[in-house]
């Protein structure tokens, strides 16, 4: 099982990336996938999942309106789109698969794979 996070960058405040997650050795259809941050000198934060079917997702609050979780399982990955960035944005990001089928949260501790994390850096 292997999960591959790309997409990361530098941007400036305003600005747009999106982040991709590619699952390997396993087929993402029954499970959850989910997106973290951890920042310099901080712990790891959820900041969204998306259910196996794609109806359910849930967003930390310090993303909502803003960051926007997709995915497609015909190519094993889901997407993190990223807009009006901020500053406070900035961190290295990963993806993740949970312990079990179908939904996830925004809790670490609930996950059982985890992608190697790609840099998000947004300039003021």
């Known amino acids: 099982v292997q999960l591959q996070a790309s997409g990361g960058g530098l941007v400036q405040a305003g600005g747009s990336l999106r982040l991709s997650c590619v699952a390997s050795?396993?087929?993402?259809?029954?499970?959850?996938i989910g997106w973290f941050r951890q920042a310099p000198g901080k712990e790891r934060e959820g900041v969204s999942w998306?259910?196996?079917?794609?109806?359910?997702?849930e967003y930390a609050e310090s993303v909502k309106g803003r960051f926007t979780i997709t995915r497609d399982d015909a190519k094993n990955t889901a997407y993190l789109q990223m807009n009006s960035l901020e500053p406070e944005d900035t961190a290295v990001y990963f993806c993740a698969v949970p312990w079990g089928y179908g939904f996830g949260s925004l809790k670490p501790e609930n996950y059982e794979h985890w992608g190697q994390g790609t840099l998000v850096t947004v300039s003021s």
């Open positions: 998306i259910s196996s079917s794609g109806g359910s997702t």
């Open positions: 050795g396993f087929s993402t259809d029954y499970y959850a």
